[in-house]
């Protein structure tokens, strides 16, 4: 059993900053790529980064220059650091993790979503 455990999610106002974290725990042979998706009211669920096993990195053109993502590899952690957000980042953010099990299965697992709401 693999868990996703991700915190940090609230309310700011906008040109603040929040930091989200998700912990990848249970039956864990290795993690390859992990990430941060959103999810706002009426719209479909879109990547906002991500980062590999070896520290490479995406973001969306959205978020480029103001978002940063990043891992610690020992304890199965993903960071995704949010500066100067404004209103159109409010979303239910979910952490995703592309990893082998315990048991050798290769799957994509997904966090239970953390609220972010920016106001104006």
């Known amino acids: 059993q693999v868990q996703l455990v991700e915190s940090g999610g609230g309310l700011v106002q906008a040109g603040g900053t929040l930091r989200l974290s998700c912990a990848a725990s249970?039956?864990?042979?290795?993690?390859?790529?992990m990430g941060w998706y959103r999810q706002a009211p009426g719209k479909q669920r879109e990547l906002v980064a991500i980062?590999?096993?070896?520290?490479?990195?995406n973001y969306a053109d959205s978020v480029k220059g103001r978002f940063t993502i990043s891992r610690d590899n020992a304890k199965n952690t993903v960071y995704l650091q949010m500066n100067s957000l404004k209103p159109e980042d409010t979303a239910v953010y979910y952490c995703?993790?592309?990893?082998?099990?315990?048991?050798?299965?290769?799957?994509?697992?997904w966090g239970q979503g953390t609220q972010v709401t920016v106001s104006s």
């Open positions: 995703n993790a592309n990893l082998i099990s315990g048991s050798g299965y290769q799957y994509d697992y």
């Open positions: 249970g039956s864990i042979f290795s993690i390859n790529a």
């Open positions: 980062i590999t096993s070896t520290g490479s990195t």
